[in-house]
């Protein structure tokens, strides 16, 4: 690592403010790569439903029994798993108590809040064929060790019975990948439009500049809706609309910054030089405004994650069963005026700190990043 680098490291880290938000990006970066191995449910788009268990306060614990899926289970790698989930070989049944009655076991089925049921399930039924020999104690232990177990759901579970902790943490794949896919698309349309506009001016200036204003006075939301009727409404299709929704701002900032650069008198000693336009605009103008290019980036990277959350709640945005904060919101948003307003309130805190950090970390890295202090 150079000087440089390790200097507008420790600058940034001096920073209390940068720091905590380095520390929030960091670990929900984290939290993306690890969702489905720390995720309680970590079945494909922590989707596993478990419909009497709707709607449950942070906290809340039930004994859970496994029952067997009957038919041939589909086995995948275990990189597989680690991007897309595990299917369960299980069926999840909430019990209030249980009991062995010879070869048979009896659940008293919850139900709801005092309701419940009484099911049998023979053994046979429940165990491996592995152990469908082994003694009747033997069995037992073996359902009650390895089919009976308890589960905290620790930030409860939404109304269809899904854990919401579960969901939240994969959530965050799609929250930082639709950040990414927007920074990168702006970006790069940004920088190219913007540098070109504001370097060679003239013509080229008037026509860039003529589709940016067309396109800056179209509300976003508005413009996102367009490109997703003419891409389509899938899963990354939504993250490239939003991507090439934002680049307006990005050209608009850049060219501005060109503009001054181009003017300045090591840029003109460089064209006296006989250098190309290219090595100009990349080894001398873009290394001087990479403090507004990072802002611009932690900005779109905000606002990539805002409107995601939007379109989302709107039903526009990623579809079910794909867990995202803003579609989670959508599900429960008519909770907020029960007793169980945290259903919509967890997703919405874990967007405000995340889009609140990049806010931070945006305004740390432009004053850190300023090579022309």
Not at 64 to 82: A, C, F, V, Y
Not at 206 to 219: E, R, S
Not at 281 to 297: E, S, Y
Request: glycine share 8%; charged share 15%.
């Amino acid at each position: 690592m150079s000087d440089n680098k390790i200097s507008v490291l420790s600058k940034l880290l001096k920073r209390p403010s940068a720091l905590i938000a380095l520390l929030v990006i960091a670990l929900t970066c984290l939290t993306s790569i690890l969702a489905y191995i720390i995720a309680p449910d970590s079945t494909p788009s922590a989707n596993r439903m478990i419909i009497e268990l709707g709607a449950k306060q942070p906290g809340f614990k039930k004994l859970l029994l496994h029952i067997p899926k009957t038919g041939p289970q589909r086995h995948d790698s275990k990189i597989t798993e680690w991007f897309t989930g595990a299917q369960s070989p299980y069926l999840l049944s909430p019990v209030n108590n249980y009991y062995f009655a010879n070869r048979n076991l009896i659940t008293v089925h919850y139900i709801d809040d005092g309701l419940q049921d009484t099911l049998t399930y023979p053994l046979s039924a429940l165990l491996p064929p592995n152990h469908l020999t082994d003694p009747l104690p033997a069995q037992q232990d073996y359902v009650k060790q390895h089919l009976i177990t308890t589960r905290t759901f620790w930030l409860g579970t939404d109304r269809y019975g899904r854990d919401i902790l579960s969901r939240l943490l994969v959530g965050s794949r799609v929250t930082l990948a639709v950040g990414m896919v927007a920074v990168l698309l702006s970006l790069t349309i940004g920088i190219i439009l913007g540098c070109i506009a504001g370097y060679f001016g003239g013509l080229i200036d008037k026509v860039v500049m003529w589709i940016i204003n067309i396109l800056y006075a179209i509300p976003t939301l508005l413009l996102v809706f367009a490109i997703t009727l003419t891409i389509g409404k899938g899963f990354w299709e939504i993250f490239i609309a939003i991507g090439l929704s934002m680049w307006v701002g990005a050209a608009r900032l850049i060219r501005g910054q060109v503009l001054v650069l181009r003017e300045m008198e090591y840029i003109t000693a460089a064209r006296g030089l006989g250098l190309g336009h290219m090595r100009i605009i990349f080894r001398h103008i873009l290394p001087n405004i990479a403090g507004p290019l990072m802002v611009i980036a932690a900005s779109n990277f905000a606002s990539a994650i805002l409107v995601e959350a939007g379109l989302s709640f709107l039903g526009f945005g990623v579809q079910p069963p794909h867990p995202s904060w803003g579609l989670m919101i959508k599900e429960h948003y008519n909770f907020l005026l029960t007793d169980r307003p945290l259903l919509a309130i967890i997703p919405g805190i874990a967007i405000m700190l995340l889009v609140y950090a990049f806010n931070i970390l945006g305004n740390a890295l432009r004053d850190v990043l300023d090579v022309r202090e």
